[in-house]
């Protein structure tokens, strides 16, 4: 017996199909001799890249480590108690180690095929009945991407919803600054007026489209909003309230105060600081506003046996996403960390939490006592968790002092300070703090109670959820029961075209929890961020030069934000250059739904342009627009290799017609995993583009979330990349940099670490050698399933690009079986669906990425095989589609061992296809979900257990 020995590099490790017996088998039924054949044949050599990427070599798993050892050691960790919106928390264990860093929770993909997403799916659920409970408002969706950009989404939400009266939207001054920094950009780009006031002397003059309130301020200040809230009615007014969920355990919620929307963080909720990010954002309405509501909701419908079974609702593909008439282009979430928020509140209860904030308060209270006793000024005497203290004149000393103590507390100017408590803030903590500030010891609290005004009185959490998981015993079998409802990439291939599903690996993720990473605060001082920033700056230098632009930020927290920060960018540039006119944006009809949302939100009119019958942009009708919109061109957004899964060789020809027109090429980098080391946007025409490290680059999609969307440019936008919304100007603005984009300098920081090691591990030769093997498996997965279901879009020379669009129109026409039937079935061979739907209705587009092996990409062609002969079954009378194994998918099994089994077609047919699944067999909790049901009585809290019962 032969012992192979194990893959010298990493790159061996991370690409599938690695065996040269496996590339020949690949190679032999695509018709190249070899790979680099294959890759010369289907991209055009006007893109291909003259040089190789100037990358350092590839490092072991080991090295890897240590390196990130290194960084994190160059990190200065603190108490931190700067605030702002961002506190330290405890990460239960039992939810860090199996959710957190479990991969059953962090590959998952986005929940749009629910049957096989039920357990992420009720964690999801239980994170909006946490937001609806605490905030009072009924409705609540699923996370947003961080509490600025969330205010922005209420800001927009309330000019849409109010027709009535377009006025300014006015911001209280004692919002978060960086939230108001977020808004005033989005305002500038949309045209609309805001004013920042003091709302607890009133509401200023003027007509008043909505109003913004933070409770409590970032001041600290709790005030009674009930006032301000009516009195903003009065006049025709929203009202949002940016509120810290923690204080919502004791102070009146914004509902009950007649608040129309609540939004802010669930970061406290369990989620470490991360440098700024991720963290959940969240958003409640009122009822009559959730079908405007941005982002995806989950909701409750039925399985077609009639038990309970949740799903996305509404939003399931994102609705608000029309093109030039979106309202939004949040087309993500944080959904990994929504679940741990949720896993946090259910471990801890409405009690546990209470108790939590009951603590701060009362911390809080002790250091004012303390401060006050020795004369020291505060600016509120009404907090929750936060203290401005007046120090005439001795802030930078005070806040020396404290650093020197091992204490972060937030410098505001020369004569004030900000001190938050949180959940961790010990006895010492607050000596230390009091000590800093020149006054004595803490003793007990005397006065800053809570006005009774202000104390929440109603329940909250009385769900059995958030009221049964009180030990770990308790709360790992919860976690795992609803894990093992799920389909995830550690199960399984997941061949979504467009999303690129591929290996995260452990020695990219490990790093990401550690405190010298994780507990660093986004406005911590640099000189305890030089780990951190050098970490990014490499990053930022790595991605440029495969890239081939001159710059990037990697600032925008999903690849939404990073096609708005590249727009704007573009719209910037224009006016810089007394362009102002300049405001049309050409986009393919075959482009992704959010390239046409963000430019409506950078301020831009959409002009779709036709696609031709092979898939390619309609030369004509491009030309024409061009010439018809020549004075008022800002940019054309393309989709590079194109959404139909194709390297259109006329690139460089319609980027140097839009540049002849004095328009911008906005790439957008989605499909980078189709270039990386062969060709860089760069350097074929493109001035700016967003990229997907949660796709190209392995950040995991946790269930939809988190992302990073990078945003890369030429050298002349450089000066309009975004800026830090804690240094803006009044515009929103900052010196020298565009608008802010996220809320803190470097976004999604904390899963940074997972692309770097990535780059690291695979170097300039294994990232190209990864490419070259997306190629060759999305072109093998083509040529074997061609002569079943038809490849919809090829190039020149007959081949695809990284994934490829099965066309099953012809088979829908002749059977009425459909691509979805075909998504649903395919659950029954444990496979998630490909992309259904999208780029055509009535395909199936399918990727399989570098990192499956040639075993799994033939377990999935089996699959679509034995599809194909049971709709050829349907078409041969065999049995009726209603009465197919088809229709009738997923199988679960309650179903197939139910004694009324009255189908035409056998148990063993419907459970086990094909014979390997004997052995290892996933059966869907839930069957066929009734999505028109869920929608039209919409459902987005947990329901109550007597609907399980039967």
Known sequence: MTIQSLPSTFADRHIGARRQADIDTMLKHVGYDTVDGLVDAAVPASIRQENALRLTAALSEVEVLAELRRLAAKNKTAVQMIGQGYYDTVTPPVIRRNILEAPAWYTAYTPYQPEISQGRLEALLNFQTMVQDLTGLPIANASLLDEATAVAEAVLLMRRANKKNEGKTVLDADCLPQTIAIVKGRAEALGFEVEVADLAQGLPDGDINGVVLQQPGVSGRVFDHSGVIAAAKERGALVTVAADLLALTLITPPGEQGADIAVGTAQRFGVPLFFGGPHAAYIAVRTGMERTLPGRIVGVSKDNAGAPAYRLALQTREQHIRREKATSNICTAQALLAIVSSFYAVYHGPDGLKAIAETVHRNARVLATALKTAGRELDSETFFDTLTVRVPGKAAKVITAAEARGINLRFIDADTVGVSIDETTTAATLSAVAVAFGAGPVADAAGFELPEAVLRTSDFLQHPVFNTHRSETQLLRYIRRLSDRDLALDRTMIPLGSCTMKLNATAEMEAISWPEFASIHPFAPDSQTAGWRELIGGLEADLAEITGYDQVSIQ?????????????????????????????CLIPASAHGTNAASAVLAGMKVVVVATATDGTINHTDLYTKIEQYRDVLSAIMITYPSTHGVY?????EVCDAVHAAGGQVYVDGANLNALVGLAQPGKFGGDVSHLNLHKTFCIPHGGGGPGVGPVAAKAHLAPFMPGDATKASSEGAVDGHGVAISASRFGSAGVLPISWAYVKLMGG???????KSALLAANYVAARLDEYFPVLYTGDSGLVAHECILDLRGLTAKTGVTAEDVAKRLIDFGFHAPTLAFPVAGTLMVEPTESEDLAEIDRFIEAM???????????NGDF????????????????VVNSDWKRSYPREQAAFPVSSLRQDK?????????????????VCSCPPLSEFEN
Do not use: K, M, W
């Not at 030769?765 to 490419?771: I, S």
């Open 880 to 895: 009726t589609l209603e009465n197919s194994p088809l229709r009738n998918a997923p199988h679960t099994a309650a179903a």
């Open 865 to 875: 095989i034995t599809i194909h002969a049971e709709i050829q079954q349907v078409a």
């Open 765 to 771: 030769q294994g990232l190209t050698e990864a490419t």
């Open 922 to 938: 996933y059966f869907p909790p839930v069957g066929r979900i009734d999505g028109a049901a869920g929608d039209r009585n919409l």
């Open 556 to 584: 925008p927290n999903a690849g939404s934000q990073g096609e708005l920060a590249g727009l704007l960018a573009i719209r910037s540039y224009h006016r810089s250059r007394g362009d102002h006119q300049r405001n049309v």
């Open 648 to 652: 259109d060789g006329d690139v460089r």
